[in-house]
């Protein structure tokens, strides 16, 4: 075939293509992107010696709820939430209340997708939905408890002045229906590694383009937007994007497709 005829043909089937494959091919083209971007700065950090930026909650001596991204000086966050940072930085822990909702709050720890399963496990099928507050944590325990809470048939549910923060939206991406009341505070940033062990350029670049192949990939079989996770992409990891009710809305992490379960006093 002549390069003329070949370059005719690539440009039918560009045309013919539809609009979703078309936008999933850009996506992963700036996730790509993002991927050597990432690999020239893990190498000039590794040359300047210096750590990984981070910001891990169940520490003590990085704030809880980290500042909005901005140009200049950071900006605060919109909301304070309402539980203390003490509160938070704790393990995630589980508190059935009425009408069928598990309060899920505290941090990510690693084991919570365990005790999670565990949890819903013993209530049966009276758990309807889960509420967070959290400030994040382990992508990989984040990304099974969303798993599990879709096998389930389960909601999601971000209180006012409660926090759904760095992986914990990965959570909330698992319900089948997705709500955030006024003053919930929701905010996605970079993946990082938390551990005392710092990797290689080499294999950081190999670890965050793999998570964010899987996170991707999560976020589409949940049925959410490819803009939710650039904003993620886009903002460091010691820094918070924000959502705004109209974003989550436009991102379809919030949804009104079915009620949530009420809470009763």
Not at 1 to 8: D, G, H, I, K, Y
Request: net charge negative; with cysteine.
């Amino acid at each position: 075939m002549s390069p003329s005829a070949l370059a005719s043909r690539l440009k039918d089937a560009f045309l013919s293509a539809d609009d979703g494959l078309l936008m999933r091919g850009a996506f992963y083209g700036l996730l790509a992107a993002a991927g050597a971007f990432l690999f020239v700065d893990l190498r000039e950090l590794s040359l300047a010696s210096e750590d990984l930026p981070g910001h891990d909650p169940m520490t003590t001596d990085a704030p809880v709820l980290p500042p909005a991204l901005t140009d200049g000086v950071p900006n605060a966050p919109p909301v304070e939430p309402e539980s203390t940072p003490e509160v938070l930085r704790q393990p995630m822990r589980f508190e059935l209340l009425p009408g069928g909702v598990l309060k899920a709050e505290g941090s990510i720890d690693l084991g919570a997708a365990d005790r999670f399963a565990k949890e819903i496990e013993a209530r049966g099928e009276y758990v309807k939905a889960v509420s967070l507050n959290s400030p994040g944590g382990s992508v990989t325990d984040a990304l099974a408890m969303s798993t599990l809470i879709r096998e389930k048939g389960l909601n999601t549910d971000v209180a006012a002045k409660a926090l759904c923060a760095s992986s914990c939206p990965l959570v909330m991406a698992g319900g089948v229906a997705r709500a955030a009341e006024k003053d919930a505070i929701v905010g996605v940033h970079q993946v990082f590694n938390a551990g005392e062990e710092r990797p290689s350029p080499e294999r950081a670049m190999s670890s965050a383009q793999s998570t964010t192949a899987r996170i991707a990939r999560h976020l589409e079989t949940m049925g959410i937007g490819n803009g939710l996770w650039i904003h993620a992409l886009e903002t460091p990891p010691d820094r918070l994007y924000y959502l705004t009710p109209q974003e989550m809305a436009e991102f379809k992490l919030v949804t009104e497709a079915v009620p949530m379960a009420k809470q009763t006093n």
